[in-house]
Every structure is written in C-alpha cells, then in structure tokens.
C-alpha cells in the first residue's frame, strides 16, 4: 500500500509513466527530472521557461475532463494549492492522486523524498539532496521582524502555519503575523508598516508587486522586492532561495 501525505492510498501498481502535475513547484521538479513522464501542468507552472506540456487551466479551477483525457497513472495535488472537491472527482473518476502536504521547510524535504521514493521509484536528484544540506542546520540568530504581503487592496500578509513562515524562520526572521487563526490573513497598512516590524517583503506573487507599486506605500519600514518563487516554492527552487535569500536580505 502506498500512502500520500494524508494517509490515503494511492494505487500504482507499477511507478508512473503519465504524470499531471497541479503544483507549479513539483512541475519544476518533474520538469528537471523526470521530464519524459510529465505530461500535463497548470497554467500557472511557469518553471522551467522552456517547459512544454498540455496545460489544464489553474490550480484551483484545474480542467478535470482534460486531465481525465491526458490518461495519467499519477496526478500530483497539493493541500493547501488544490481543491479537496477536485481531488475527490479525479479519484471517483479512477485517477490515482498523490496529495502532498507542506506547512514548513523539514515538510516539504521529507514529502518531496518520499514522492520520489515511493510514487515515483526514482534516485533522489541532487538539488533534494543539497536543499537537505542547507536547510537541516541549527536556526541562525534572529535578524528581525518581517512582513509579507501577498495582496494589495486589501492587504493580504503571510500568517501562522505557512512554509514561507518557516523558511523565513530558518533564515533568522521572525514572522511578525506568526499568530492567528487565519493562515493568509487581511491586515491594516498601519499594521505593516510600524516601528514592530524591520522588513516587509514584497514578493511578485501572486500579486505582482514592483517598484513602482508597494515600496511607496511603506514609509517606516525599509522593503525588499523579492522572487515569489524563492519565498513559497518547493523544490529545485529551495537550493536557490537559501543561497540568495541568506545573502541578499539586509542582516
């Protein structure tokens, strides 16, 4: 019996030659070392550039009639990226759906080398084993108090319980909405922008935040534009966001 992260089973009786991936960060994976057996992404898998692969529209609205007719062996969902009502459908339509689950860095290392052991019977590849070299030290000395918004009107910030959180954590800076019931939570730009708080993070994803639009509404706290991708994926991109994010972000 082979278990996803939820516990439920997922029948592969041979390792899978049709994957369909519905997590842009585990696309880049498979993208980078399986790239034979990846055959259908989301619109919003933009890793790597060159990738070509039918796309099924978006992560929480994927196309199940087009996932269906690309006959996977394997469909990759995320818990917090993918909806459980799509999972559920491409399950009661007979697709295997292997669902990963991922709040924090020691998370996604251990989820990413069991889909690569158990799903796809395949070596762990070397980016897994040098993002484990970096991420598995002691916590550095803290650095700060940060902010991450992830939306403008409203504002919209990285709260408790996310694996940016935690990658930020492990980099020395301390979520200053690390609390709270709500994960994404809405917030007051007074409350981001205060004498509490040393850094605000302005990713460009999912809202696009730029020079002109995000730095100019701060005016206590010094921002940083910074790759969405580094903050919040997992996987080829863990290896890059420890070396840039440690070197990059004022100490």
Known sequence: MTLDDLGHDVPLPAPPARIVSLVPSIT??????VPDRLVGATDWCTHPADLDVPRVRGTKN??????????????VANKEENRELDVRRLREAGVPVWVTDIETVPQALASLTRLYDEALAVP??????????????PLPQ???????????????????????GDLLRRLGWENAFATGEDRYP????????TDGVDLALLPDEPYVFTEADGPEAFTRVPTRLVSGRLLTWYGPAMVEAHDVLASVLPS
Not at 124 to 137: I, K, N, V, Y
Not at 143 to 164: K, L, Q, S
């Open 28 to 33: 880049e994976a498979l993208a980078s070392d």
């Open 62 to 75: 994927p196309d199940l009639a087009a996932v269906r007719d690309l006959s996977p062996d394997l469909v």
């Open 124 to 137: 762990e590849p070397d980016w897994l084993a040098a993002a484990r070299a970096r991420w598995s030290g």
């Open 142 to 164: 803290p650095r700060g108090r940060v902010v991450v918004p992830i939306w403008r009107d409203p504002w919209m910030v990285v709260g408790p319980r996310t694996y940016t």
């Open 186 to 193: 809405k917030a007051e730009l007074a409350d981001l922008d």
